[in-house]
């Protein structure tokens, strides 16, 4: 073997879903901290990958070629490397093994470039400690193989054989309700499930974290949105509450009041009061959000509904219902049954510039060149410790809270400057009918991400009777990037341009290198201008997330196995109560929510307040189709619940 020969890895960011596969020259580096990796190992190159997590070390692991063989070799980690669910510390690799350090399970296949491996199954290879080569003397012990073959054959059928899951010999579960997601979409509708009288016992939710709220806390913080600051929503939108009262800035400021702070508890109650026309839109902060769900996931049984699992495929029963086939770790799978399914899987991944993923790729940086949803307060370390430029990328509201990031920043080192490149200008705001939103510097504002009426107003009515063709039209009208309409930001990019250190440009990314100095170098061509080059030290990609259907291989594989339509945005067709009609089968039905459902009979699907009515038309249909323990609310079993909920009782 040589040390040209590429190594093909395949994983799922654990956070965000994003797919990455890396083609990389062996030897290969992992672990958390980049400074921590070698940048040789013996007189060669090292792929130096790094992953976002505590549970992988500064430097984890290493992948060589020893004699002929590609072995993966711990360097004295924490949590271990696992080879298809086995801890080794030294291991023979070959095509197809199962990599797992900390929470990310990677496949390890050859590259083109590679000579055909030995095929013979995986093996542990003892080395003599004073040679650190294979000891012939010491015997050789086969590794367990991947399961390659779960999900077993019966998958492929369009029905599967309830009798075919039990002859498997694992584990088949059943529950009258599944939540596929365990994610906040998935919280709200099992917390009208619970609401409506279905027992925690009957319900099922699928997931990869026992907080519901923990990918999107987590992507709030990435983003520079810590606990203190205030989200995008509305005082009403509550979570942990589907009757929304009382809402956060009533909470808020009877809070205020008993700690004696009497002027922010009024300004809370003037917000609500008259917003948006004399007073700034009240936003409830990010930790109140959190420790109101938590509240309420314990008054649900939330514990006792959720199960660690990664779902790998959907399928029809042939006795109406669904199965799902999952992991519940390295090398331990398992089905569920269940009658009615609901989907809420959020954003698959995190939308990464193509030029900018090209650049991450060649140069193997992922430190000047990060997405604003990735853990990346080195950044501003830096800029703090060392000054420096920063390039944005984007300009909706995540591009302005980083905009506010670097102003804080600024506080402890001046010598810091932003870049902003946009793609245009923006002259004039979205308009529809008689209003149009305000711009200011080239950004376009509003209080939401979408029109209040949106969510239940003139606006929801409109696009729930609309045809495909005009809900394209309508959304493209309201929707757009915008960011909040608060006046720090509107100051803050005001004072910026004011005292130069804040730029905008305007221009189309040709492409992003790296100059000698490691700075990156993004041409632009700027419009009659010709080509222009942008030097900075750091690129933050704020451009979103993606949420289209093939971005997430569990949507991707039910869509083609069942010839699924999707919309023009890419993601699930859904009914007006969110039903995923192709797929309802003899004895059951199956719901989706979020993202995944955008361009369809809702547009802010992804809000709070737009989960819950996602949940609330759900539930209905359930209720209607008669499914077992659900009992439509009416004005006294609604108060008799609400009245539980204010006492903090299980409902």
């Not at 956060?248 to 609500?272: C, H, M, N, P, T």
């Not at 219902?321 to 991944?349: E, I, K, M």
């Not at 506080?411 to 946009?422: E, G, S, T, Y």
Request: charged letters at 20%; hydrophobic letters at 40%; aromatic letters at 10%.
């Amino acid at each position: 073997m040589t040390n040209d020969i590429q190594i093909q890895l395949s994983w799922e960011e654990p956070a965000t879903g994003e797919r990455r596969e890396p083609l990389l020259n062996v030897p290969i580096a992992f672990g958390r901290e980049f400074t921590r990796l070698p940048a040789e190992h013996r007189g060669m190159r090292v792929s130096r990958m790094l992953l976002n997590s505590n549970e992988v070390s500064r430097y984890h692991a290493l992948i060589d070629w020893e004699q002929d063989h590609l072995v993966v070799i711990d360097q004295g980690s924490v949590n271990g490397v696992y080879v298809n669910g086995q801890p080794q510390t030294r291991s023979v690799l070959v095509n197809g093994d199962t990599l797992q350090i900390g929470p990310y399970l990677i496949a390890v296949t050859f590259g083109a470039s590679a000579a055909a491996p030995d095929t013979s199954p995986p093996s542990t290879i003892h080395f003599n400690a004073n040679t650190n080569r294979p000891d012939p003397s010491l015997p050789v012990q086969p590794l367990t193989p991947v399961a390659s073959n779960f999900p077993p054959l019966a998958f492929q059928a369009q029905k599967v054989s309830v009798q075919a899951l039990h002859a498997t010999g694992l584990p088949v579960d059943e529950s009258d309700y599944l939540a596929i997601g365990a994610g906040l979409g998935s919280f709200l509708w099992t917390d009208l499930l619970r609401i409506s009288g279905v027992r925690a016992d009957k319900i099922v939710a699928l997931g990869l974290e026992a907080e519901p709220y923990a990918r999107y806390k987590r992507l709030c913080l990435n983003s520079q949105i810590p606990l203190y600051e205030r989200l995008r929503s509305n005082s009403d939108s509550c979570p942990d509450n589907i009757w929304g009262w009382p809402s956060y800035a009533l909470r808020e400021a009877w809070g205020d009041l008993a700690k004696g702070e009497i002027k922010s508890a009024f300004k809370y109650l003037w917000q609500v009061f008259a917003e948006p026309t004399f007073a700034e839109t009240y936003t409830p902060r990010a930790g109140n959000v959190f420790d109101s769900i938590d509240r309420e996931t314990k008054r649900i049984g939330w514990n006792q509904i959720y199960r660690y699992g990664r779902v790998r495929v959907i399928r029809k029963t042939d006795d109406g219902r669904y199965c799902v086939a999952y992991s519940r770790g390295p090398g331990n799978y398992a089905f569920l049954v269940s009658r009615y399914l609901h989907l809420a899987t959020g954003y698959p991944a995190i939308q990464f510039l193509p030029d900018l993923q090209a650049y991450r790729e060649k140069y193997q940086d992922f430190t000047s060149v990060v997405n604003a949803y990735e853990a990346h307060d080195r950044v501003y370390e830096q800029l703090e410790q060392h000054g420096g430029t920063v390039l944005i990328r984007g300009r909706g509201i995540v591009a302005s809270r980083i905009v506010q990031r670097i102003y804080e920043a600024r506080k402890r080192n001046r010598n810091i400057a932003v870049l902003h490149l946009m793609r245009s200008p923006k002259p004039q705001g979205n308009k529809f009918q008689k209003t149009q939103r305000l711009v200011k510097n080239h950004y376009e504002f509003q209080p939401f991400n979408w029109p209040k009426a949106c969510w239940g107003g003139e606006l929801r009515a409109m696009l729930e009777k609309a045809t495909p063709d005009e809900r394209k039209r309508l959304l493209a009208d309201w929707g757009g990037t915008t960011t909040a309409d608060r006046r720090d930001w509107q100051q803050i990019t005001a004072q910026g341009l004011s005292e130069g250190w804040y730029q905008i440009t305007f221009g189309e990314v040709l492409d992003v290198e790296r100059d000698a100095q490691n700075r990156t170098i993004t041409r632009i061509r700027e419009q009659s201008f010709g080509v222009k080059k942008l030097f900075a030290d750091f690129i933050v990609d704020a451009t979103g997330l993606d949420a289209k259907v093939d971005a997430n291989p569990l949507l991707a594989d039910l869509v083609k196995h069942y010839n699924l339509p999707v919309n023009h945005l890419g993601r699930l067709t859904v009914a007006n109560n969110f039903e995923l009609v192709e797929m309802r089968s003899d004895r059951g039905q199956m719901y989706a929510a979020g993202a995944i459902t955008l361009g369809g009979p809702y547009a802010a699907v992804d809000s709070f307040l737009g989960l819950q009515y996602a949940a609330l038309v759900a539930v209905d249909g359930l209720a209607a189709a008669r499914a077992p323990g659900v009992q439509r609310l009416n004005v006294l079993s609604s108060f008799s619940q609400w009245l539980k909920w204010v006492l903090n009782q299980s409902p």
